[in-house]
């Protein structure tokens, strides 16, 4: 019975943990662009250019909105394996447009600032 337990909150926290890197990487945070969003996106940007040719900016809008969807949907699963639960494919198909949505609008506003 203890052991049954003990692995069921050892899975639980593994859910939590991979929600707080969902956190981390997802618009949710509001300082997780300057420290981890924006260091993958160049990341991705550079690794683009290298091996495929991708223009910077089109590789920097890769990794920029897909560590924030990644974030999102991290976030969902980890909560809902945590609190034992499953998603549907709706809401996380909500989750992601609503990321993108968000992921566009800041990066309109970056550009516009000239930070792009």
Known sequence: MAAARLQQGSKRLAWALLALVGYILSPL???????????????TAWLLNTLLGVNKAVGFYIGYMASNILGLYLLALGVSGAAAKRIDRQT???IMVMGAIY???AMLV???LGLL
């Open 92 to 94: 996380l198909a909500k």
């Open 29 to 43: 945070s509001w300082w997780n662009d300057v420290f981890v969003n924006v260091p993958i996106a160049l990341t």
């Open 110 to 112: 970056l550009g516009r």
């Open 103 to 105: 992921t566009l609008a």
